[in-house]
């Protein structure tokens, strides 16, 4: 009965690369697993060098040529979020923020918390681009193109 045991640990395997995020090694291995639980359930792998051998041509033989297209087919499905969107995109200071401090700038109507990422002082209403963002925050930087910077 060393089938179910077969079954646990390519589930376990699964769910350990659900987990951690993948790069899908242990979703192959997993997989693999659970085959050869099934294939002793039905009595085709009656001995224990038999499964082992299944399960290592199995995990080996499809992850080495399948592993880099379903990694890439799985990256190219995720949707782009909006706020992937918004790097480039023109901000205006509502504060003045130093370089490299924190101030507040305003997106599409919305203030933002903002971090100049750029070695010149924004002054407030001056114009800012997008460099990233990482959750509510903007990273920003001077515009080449600021009408609203005037002086110096």
Known sequence: MIWWIWILGGMALAGLEALLGG?????????????????????????????????????IGVALPLRKRVAARMHASIPTHEVDATVGRTVIAITTIPAGGTGKAE????????????????????????ERVDGLTLYVSASVFNPSHQGG
């Open 23 to 59: 790069e899908l090694y242990l979703l192959f291995f997993g997989a693999s697993a659970v085959l050869v639980g099934a294939l002793s359930a039905l009595g085709l792998l009656p001995e224990m060098w038999m499964q082992l051998a299944l399960f290592s041509v199995a995990a």
């Open 107 to 130: 997106l599409r109507g919305s203030p933002w918390t903002a971090v100049n990422v750029g070695v010149e002082q924004l002054l407030e209403g001056q114009a800012a681009v997008v």
